[in-house]
């Protein structure tokens, strides 16, 4: 079986050959061609990938990698800003705890130790 050609603007190649030109595969330059496509179109539409990832160019790589730099210096600041946040909170706590420590003396934070200093209940009037 012979190879299929496709003459273009002059120029007659292989399907395999317009493929690698046209940076597409072949069964998808062959599929066109089948669906009715004419050459011009075939050769000249870029191709689609449906579901799959394509492959980024150099300046999208680039790109890529840019951001992936500006991502790790992002989550690094916000790591940095949290264990600020977390020594701030820590210091706050523990200068909370030296208020309580020094509340007003004869006011107790155990229930337990003031029951005794109540006196009973007294029923309301009229009931």
């Known amino acids: 079986m012979a190879a ?16 690698a030109r046209t ?8 599929y066109r061609l089948n669906a009715g496509w004419s050459i011009e179109r075939a050769l000249s539409a870029p191709p689609t990938y449906r579901g799959r990832k394509r ?3 150099a300046e999208q790589r680039a790109m890529l990698a840019a951001l992936n730099a500006d991502a790790r210096a992002l989550r690094r600041d916000f790591y940095q800003l949290v264990r600020e946040i977390d020594r701030s909170l ?5 200068r909370l705890e030296l208020l309580v420590e020094n509340a007003t003396p004869g ?3 155990d229930f337990a130790e003031t029951v005794a200093d109540r006196g009973p209940p007294v029923a309301q009037d009229g009931v």
Request: charged share 10%; no cysteine; glycine share 2%.
């Open 23 to 30: 940076h597409q595969s072949p069964q998808m330059l062959r």
């Open 55 to 57: 492959m980024p160019n």
């Open 90 to 94: 820590s210091s706050f706590a523990s």
């Open 107 to 109: 006011v107790s934070n």
């Open 4 to 19: 299929r050609t496709i003459t273009h603007d002059g120029l007659t190649l292989t399907i395999h050959q317009w493929a």
